[in-house]
């Protein structure tokens, strides 16, 4: 009787393709969820459902029970079976007899990736999206897209341990605001993904990638990663994931000023997040609807997107995306010349982002009310708040806001401070991208 407890609780470890997964489905999580900040020890711990030791163990390849993995696992919304572990000491290999054994065949990676019972969990959780998917494939042009040929079959779980090392090597880099360093390990993560033909990894670290170029303001590049990421998720059929990839792509359109693909791109993420019935990503979606009209100077759509997005968030207990929406409303507010009302939104904005301490989202604030300000014609004021705000851009490695917080201070100096431009908020500037 007494041995059914250590039985139970006998050390395991995921296995280096769950462990793929489970790093994957943490960092999805965070992009999706849209949460303020960096993705911390401490985040990826309330994702797991359990606590900062056992999340590090876990990340780490340590013993924990097969209970908690399942766990976690059920938390992101994985699908759970044993042979996503192994043991934490795998047991000696037996004794060479006389006649050889015979060989086994080769396992190619994809065909080993995944236990029967995880593919037919994930083919229905696709079968429920694939009208969408088929939807959103012509707007790609995936006849053009092909996964480069598959690599020679290979031992299971090496490839996989190699991405994994470069995958969360870069992934800590760059919410450590390391950005070089985290390109050269996500680069390596793609050319491993590339090589095996494993395209749900490969989309992850392409994601993963295009999120570190805008934060570097490498809104082409982005642009491309998106696409491409978002083009393998369709090929594949992984309806749930598309939604939030098609934002991210509207969202850089938006920023380069290409308004017609991303009013498609976002129209295509709102319908796919209203399907799979993500309140959140609704309100994201249609946060960026709002800028991406008022970009083309449509206020009243602005304003109308701006409510919408409030109204889809209302009850969720997120007060980041609320007040990112209302910093946004304030700049439709200063346009149809209600400045006193844009600044007090922004004067509220501001002192809450301060509250919690977020450097970028200060400088954002102050950046949004110096521009109020110098609409206002306060240059004292407007000069005070856009020297501030270039100081925290230039802290905190944003080169965008930097450069315009620099292009603001040269139009107020040229005493042309009420054309001010004002700065279209975009994914980018989110308290969901990792950077603070």
């Given at each position: 009787?007494?041995?059914?407890?250590?039985?139970?609780?006998?050390?395991?470890?995921?296995?280096?393709?769950?462990?793929?997964?489970?790093?994957?489905?943490?960092?999805?999580?965070?992009?999706?969820?849209?949460?303020?900040?960096?993705?911390?020890?401490?985040?990826?711990?309330?994702?797991?459902?359990?606590?900062?030791?056992?999340?590090?163990?876990?990340?780490?390849?340590?013993?924990?029970?097969?209970?908690?993995?399942?766990?976690?696992?059920?938390?992101?919304?994985?699908?759970?079976?044993?042979?996503?572990?192994?043991?934490?000491?795998?047991?000696?290999?037996?004794?060479?007899?006389?006649?050889?054994?015979?060989?086994?065949?080769?396992?190619?990676?994809?065909?080993?990736?995944?236990?029967?019972?995880?593919?037919?969990?994930?083919?229905?959780?696709?079968?429920?999206?694939?009208?969408?998917?088929?939807?959103?494939?012509?707007?790609?042009?995936?006849?053009?897209?092909?996964?480069?040929?598959?690599?020679?079959?290979?031992?299971?779980?090496?490839?996989?341990?190699?991405?994994?090392?470069?995958?969360?090597?870069?992934?800590?880099?760059?919410?450590?605001?390391?950005?070089?360093?985290?390109?050269?390990?996500?680069?390596?993560?793609?050319?491993?993904?590339?090589?095996?033909?494993?395209?749900?990894?490969?989309?992850?670290?392409?994601?993963?990638?295009?999120?570190?170029?805008?934060?570097?303001?490498?809104?082409?590049?982005?642009?491309?990663?998106?696409?491409?990421?978002?083009?393998i998720r369709v090929r594949i059929a992984d309806g749930p994931t598309v939604p939030a990839l098609f934002e991210a792509l509207g969202d850089v359109e938006t920023r380069l000023g290409d308004f017609k693909n991303a009013k498609a791109s976002l129209n295509m993420a709102l319908v796919g997040f209203r399907k799979y019935d993500d309140r959140v990503g609704v309100a994201m979606a249609s946060r960026n609807l709002?800028?991406?009209?008022?970009?083309?100077?449509?206020?009243?759509?602005?304003?109308?997107?701006?409510?919408?997005?409030?109204?889809?968030?209302?009850?969720?207990?997120?007060?980041?995306?609320?007040?990112?929406?209302?910093?946004?409303?304030?700049?439709?507010?200063?346009?149809?010349?209600?400045?006193?009302?844009?600044?007090?939104?922004?004067?509220?904005?501001?002192?809450?982002?301060?509250?919690?301490?977020?450097?970028?989202?200060?400088?954002?604030?102050?950046?949004?009310?110096?521009?109020?300000?110098?609409?206002?014609?306060?240059?004292?004021?407007?000069?005070?708040?856009?020297?501030?705000?270039?100081?925290?851009?230039?802290?905190?490695?944003?080169?965008?806001?930097?450069?315009?917080?620099?292009?603001?201070?040269?139009?107020?100096?040229?005493?042309?401070?009420?054309?001010?431009?004002?700065?279209?908020?975009?994914?980018?500037?989110?308290?969901?991208?990792?950077?603070?």
């Open positions: 009787m007494g041995n059914a407890g250590p039985h139970r609780k006998r050390a395991v470890r995921l296995t280096p393709e769950a462990l793929i997964l489970l790093n994957r489905g943490l960092v999805e999580k965070w992009q999706d969820d849209r949460q303020p900040g960096k993705l911390t020890r401490e985040a990826r711990a309330e994702y797991l459902g359990v606590s900062v030791a056992t999340s590090e163990r876990i990340l780490a390849g340590k013993g924990v029970d097969r209970s908690t993995l399942s766990h976690a696992f059920r938390c992101l919304g994985l699908a759970w079976d044993e042979s996503c572990c192994e043991p934490l000491v795998k047991p000696p290999l037996p004794e060479p007899k006389d006649t050889p054994s015979p060989v086994p065949e080769p396992v190619s990676p994809a065909a080993s990736r995944k236990s029967p019972h995880r593919a037919a969990q994930e083919l229905k959780t696709w079968g429920s999206g694939i009208l969408f998917v088929v939807a959103v494939s012509g707007a790609l042009g995936l006849a053009a897209w092909k996964l480069p040929a598959p690599a020679p079959p290979v031992v299971r779980g090496e490839w996989a341990k190699e991405f994994n090392v470069a995958f969360s090597a870069g992934m800590d880099l760059f919410h450590a605001g390391r950005y070089a360093e985290s390109r050269k390990q996500l680069d390596a993560a793609i050319e491993i993904a590339r090589r095996y033909d494993s395209a749900s990894s490969l989309s992850s670290a392409l994601r993963l990638a295009a999120d570190l170029d805008l934060a570097r303001g490498s809104l082409h590049a982005a642009r491309q990663g998106y696409k491409e990421a978002a083009g709002g800028s991406l009209y008022y970009g083309m100077k449509d206020l009243q759509a602005a304003k109308h997107w701006f409510q919408e997005s409030l109204l889809a968030v209302k009850g969720l207990a997120k007060p980041e995306i609320e007040m990112d929406v209302r910093g946004r409303q304030a700049l439709v507010y200063q346009q149809m010349g209600r400045i006193g009302d844009a600044r007090n939104l922004l004067k509220r904005c501001l002192g809450f982002w301060v509250a919690r301490r977020h450097p970028r989202w200060i400088a954002l604030s102050q950046y949004q009310l110096g521009v109020c300000e110098a609409a206002a014609g306060n240059r004292q004021e407007a000069t005070a708040l856009l020297t501030a705000s270039k100081a925290g851009f230039e802290k905190v490695g944003d080169m965008a806001g930097l450069t315009d917080a620099k292009a603001a201070l040269a139009r107020l100096e040229s005493k042309k401070g009420s054309g001010v431009a004002v700065r279209v908020v975009s994914e980018s500037d989110t308290p969901f991208s990792g950077r603070d």
